[in-house]
């Protein structure tokens, strides 16, 4: 296979990796939203409302981008995904909808009435509903249940996102989401007592996380062969799983004990490991057993030059990305006079 | 309904909703900065707040542009899997390029609309020209896409699919140059008119109102200069069709027998059937004029094409009528306001020139969607134009029933959503209400 095949499935990999833990955070922003509780319970939601305001429409390109080089450098499997996950698609896609217009009307319309909140309540909800399909249909293409034969999918718009291997990969997309929300959203607080409310949160899913990734290997020994033969056997693919456990650990550790920026960056090492983890035991195969990077790679001067685009997109994007990140981060966000006093985080 | 009508019944849709939102993201961007830069200029709080009031307008249209969008392409694989499973990789590039523009749009919207106090002034303005820079470019990078199903080029067709892909010569196919002005042209014009719709009803009720002249004279040069623009860059469209796409030309002006010297039709029904047309009025030798600048130059009618792959006739001639109509009317009204405004040194604000703007506020919109309904319905029944049947592109899902009515009504919510949200946001700029001072931060943040 060339290289420039492997650059492209890369890349379509690290675009998922980045949706995973940027607009994955904002899903679980979402979640948080949905589960505000306590005597802080309104400035639980200020915070997120805040945190993922200036940064959302931004963290959902990567997603589009994805979608984007799929098509254009691996059409057949777009195509074939397109059909066999048809209903789910179009569901995420709907949750996508809501959660995205719920959040803009709730910031922009008159602000603390009956209409505000019911906004919030689409907008966390969707926020449920989309990650949990998400997962779903990439434990369907991980696993060997979507058929085809030639280019017609065989194997129905139900079955293959529906498994039990499926479903135990929703539920993992969803409380990894929440996770990553929870931890990043420490950093973002601004008072002691709202941080501690997220590092508790961050702690019991971050605890969540191992059963639910225990279950999701236990089912893929039947549901998904391919990716039990990936994770289990082959060296690279042990060493990432190395490297995910060591992460997790170092991320409940430094939210042990209140090291909020550092821990951000272990719970982001272990989230795109985990995605990493998933592509790298699925290649070269798209689409398990049928469709491989190679055998549905658009022409090599097509690849190439998606390349090139993608270069130009780096170069334009990464600095503009930067400068977002940098105003909008917390240290960007230094308080003006009559707002609370930064909290010292460690 | 058959599925395959269905299908295209929701693409349609999607794109029709998303069009308005997509147009408004190109062109409001410009107006805000526009009136920012006013606001330096002069000092005056107003266009300060106009400015907000545009960024604040921007970003609940843009979000809904965005994930209207979004839907888009899932429906590009959801809808037509078999164009994407074939064309996907002819066509990627421009998507690709299209996708960096958006990524920029999105950064520096988000810097414009939340950073007015955390960057320096230069930046921030700078944030607002890079947001109407990359939103012109991701339009720009679309169009192309359509144009290569109008006119196809950049491989060769096989049974088994396109072979000898050139994907820079599949971006630049025939006509790209005239279909990406005139889709860029319309963004602006009709946001333009529609802006200046709502604020010359406000001045209606309110003929004193500062806040509202000062909009209008943000809003009335752009609507005026694309309004005159738009027929010469439709003109040049049009020649362009009449060479490359013949069918569509017929369709659009009905035209059913091969004729040198043809006439133009305005009005007028067809009949399919027949092959007639009924109650129009025929200005003589016009469509040779228009179609290749000659008076007796030999116009191709419908019946020189075999009949299935004639587009819907009446639509498309339909369309054609409003686009045209609409266009002029938005012409004659651009010339009447400049003639005002070069004898009276101001933008006309009276009574009469008022209620012609406000009756002119949809024009743009209606005009918009005609004009990608000509395209579109033209291009019938082709995906991409004599290769691809739009029925051999179609899922095999069934049931596509149970998503078109699901996003239907949900277009339906959105958008009278939107219009409520809107506004509210304008009636904060009324005379007397409370909603009128002037208030610092553009966005929600507690």
Known sequence: MSTETWGLGLAVAGTFVLYALLGGADFGGGVWDLLARGPRKAEQRALIARAIGPVWEVNHVWLIVGLVLLFSGFPRAFAALSVALHVPLTLLVLGIVFRGTAFTFRAYDTRGDVVERRWGVVFSVASVVAPLLLGMCVGAVASDAIRMQGHAVVSGFFASWLSPFALSVGALTLGLFAFLAAVYLTHEARTPELAEDFRRRALVTGGLLFPLALAVLLLSREGAPRVWMGLSQTPFALALHGGTAVAAVTAFALLWTRRFRAARVAAATQGGLIVLGWAVSQAPYLVYPHLTLQGTAAPLVVQRLLLVALAVGLVTVVPSLVLLFRVFGPRGQAPRAPQAPEVPTT | ?446
């Open chain 2, 1 to 446: 309904m058959t599925d395959l009508l269905y299908a295209r019944a929701q693409m349609g849709l999607s794109l029709a909703f998303h069009i308005v939102f997509a147009a408004a993201g190109v062109a409001l961007p410009v107006l805000m900065v526009l009136s920012d830069l006013k606001h330096r200029r002069t000092g005056d709080a107003d266009y300060r707040k106009l400015s907000e009031k545009l960024a604040k307008g921007t970003a609940i249209l843009f979000a809904v542009g965005a994930v209207s969008g979004t839907v888009l392409s899932f429906e590009l694989g959801l809808l037509w899997p078999e164009f994407m499973g074939r064309y996907g990789e002819v066509i990627g590039l421009p998507f690709s390029l299209e996708g960096v523009a958006f990524f920029t749009e999105a950064i520096f919207l988000g810097i414009y609309l939340y950073g007015r106090e955390r960057v320096s002034p230069g930046l921030h303005l700078f944030s607002g020209g890079m947001v109407a820079v990359s939103g012109a470019a991701s339009a720009f990078f679309v169009t192309l896409v359509n144009t290569f199903m109008n006119n196809p080029s950049g491989f060769t067709p096989t049974p088994a699919g396109p072979t000898d892909v050139q994907p820079l010569v599949a971006m630049f196919s025939p006509g790209w140059q005239y279909q990406t002005a005139h889709v860029l042209l319309s963004c602006y014009q009709a946001s333009a008119f529609a802006m200046a719709g709502i604020h010359a009803f406000i001045l209606l009720k309110h003929p004193g109102a500062s806040f509202h002249r000062k909009a209008l004279s943000i809003a009335l040069p752009l609507a005026c200069v694309t309004a005159l623009a738009q027929p010469l860059m439709g003109d040049l469209s049009a020649k362009h069709v009449a060479r490359a796409q013949p069918v569509k030309l017929a369709a659009m002006e009905a035209h059913f027998d091969t004729e040198a010297g043809a006439p133009l039709r305005v009005g007028g029904w067809p009949d399919v059937e027949q092959r007639t047309v009924t109650g129009s009025i025929d200005l003589p030798k016009g469509l040779s004029i228009l179609a290749f600048a000659d008076p007796d130059a030999e116009v191709k009618g419908l019946n020189e094409f075999p009949r299935d792959v004639w587009p819907p006739v009446a639509k498309v001639h339909l369309a054609f009528q409003v686009m045209v109509g609409t266009g002029s009317l938005m012409a004659l009204l651009a010339l009447a306001t400049l003639w005002r405004r070069w004898r009276g040194r101001e933008w006309p604000h009276g009574k009469g020139m008022m209620r012609a703007w406000l009756l002119s506020g949809p024009l743009g919109l209606v005009a918009l969607e005609a004009g990608w309904l000509v395209t579109e319905w033209g291009r019938q029944p082709w995906i991409v134009r004599d290769v691809m049947r739009t029925g051999e592109a179609v899922t095999p899902v069934p049931h596509l029933a149970a998503p078109f009515f699901t996003f239907t009504a949900v277009y339906l919510f959105l958008g009278v959503t939107v219009l409520f949200v809107l506004w509210r946001q304008v009636a904060g700029t009324l005379p007397g209400k409370p909603g009128a001072v002037v208030d610092g931060e553009v966005a929600h943040v507690h």
